[in-house]
């Protein structure tokens, strides 16, 4: 089987990926308590993994192999956690576009940095300066794409009252930036933590049912601590059936990862997938899919997904 035959389901991957973060901001919306929202997206897919472990429960893994599993590697899940959390948090407060660029930008550039210098166990490629002006591209062209947030996406002064009101808030989005570039870089040392995971417990399956499930513990935890703000009865009625399937349209990106790699090698893989995400993203903010907040693809957004296409590229062919 051609190679090039698996590009469409990587690039539906990338834009499931970019939707799902755009779904979770409406089911945190609808739930109120964005700890509560995070357990309902986490648990669909802790239930589908532990579902195909159960149906395909070999190979198992070998007591070498868990001698030989690094303390970290349980933790990717959560590493890669983080920036699902923020989706659910901040996409609908500085649009999908520039949430996924930042994170996009500083997932990048966090793996081309393991990748030069070696660490968590990926060999030590040194410096390669196209792959980095690459990383450069792409942080100049975000830097364009971040330039018109939600609050400032109508300049026709076409306001709704409720948008007015949310720009009244008094926190400028972009002070919510180094947060989402933090979770960009712990996206990308999650993907390198689980792939090590998935080597020690061999089965894909139950690799990313160990990873996800210290995720779901974690947010129940913090839930049952912190059980405030609830949900009333009319933000219930509001949740629409696709809003709790946000986790799973995320999720498709890991199960591609899992199937596809060793296919169609990281470069084009990666590259596929960012593409997608991207694009996608931009997309959703110019339509104002899925309860967005509609901010045109203006020339500034435009400009800036083409800079980060073209370093996607720079990276994926050098």
């Known amino acids: 089987m051609s190679a090039a035959l698996l590009y469409p389901f990587i690039i539906v991957a990338g834009a499931l990926q970019a939707l799902g973060n755009s779904m979770n901001a409406q089911l945190r919306g609808r739930l109120v308590n964005p700890f509560l929202a995070a357990s309902v997206s986490f648990l669909p897919i802790v239930?589908?993994?532990?579902?195909?472990?159960?149906?395909m429960p070999t190979p198992l893994p070998s007591l070498?192999?868990?001698a030989a599993m690094p303390w970290y590697a349980p933790l990717g899940g959560v590493a890669g956690a983080v920036a699902v959390f923020g989706g659910l948090a901040f996409?609908?407060?500085?649009?999908?576009?520039?949430?996924?660029?930042?994170?996009?930008t500083a997932n990048i550039l966090t793996s081309l940095a393991m990748d030069s210098l070696g660490l968590f166990g990926l060999p030590g490629g040194g410096f390669k300066p196209m792959p980095w002006l690459g990383g450069l591209l792409m942080a100049v062209g975000v830097t364009f794409i971040a330039r018109v947030t939600p609050d400032k996406g109508q300049k026709s002064g076409q306001k709704s009252g409720q948008e007015s009101d949310e720009a009244g808030h008094g926190l400028n989005p972009r002070l919510l930036y180094p947060f989402i570039v933090v979770a960009g870089a712990l996206q990308a040392v999650g993907v390198v933590w689980n792939a090590q995971l998935r080597g020690a417990l061999?089965?894909?399956?139950?690799?990313?049912?160990?990873s996800f499930l210290p995720v779901v513990f974690v947010f129940v935890l913090v839930f049952l601590l912190r059980p405030k703000p609830l949900p009333q009865r009319t933000d219930i009625e509001g949740v629409r059936w696709w809003m709790p399937l946000a986790g799973l349209a995320g999720a498709v990106a890991v199960f591609a990862g899992l199937l596809f790699v060793d296919k169609v090698g990281a470069g084009a893989f990666n590259g596929l997938l960012i593409t997608a995400n991207l694009l996608t993203s931009v997309a959703l903010d110019h339509f104002g899919w899925v309860g967005m907040k509609r901010v045109p693809a203006g020339p500034s957004r435009l400009g800036g997904a083409a800079l980060m296409v073209a370093g996607i590229v720079l990276i994926s062919l050098f």
């Open 47 to 55: 239930f589908v993994f532990a579902t195909l472990f159960l149906v």
């Open 91 to 104: 996409v609908d407060k500085v649009g999908a576009g520039p949430f996924n660029g930042l994170t996009l």
């Open 64 to 66: 070498d192999t868990l």
């Open 202 to 210: 061999v089965n894909p399956w139950l690799a990313a049912l160990v």
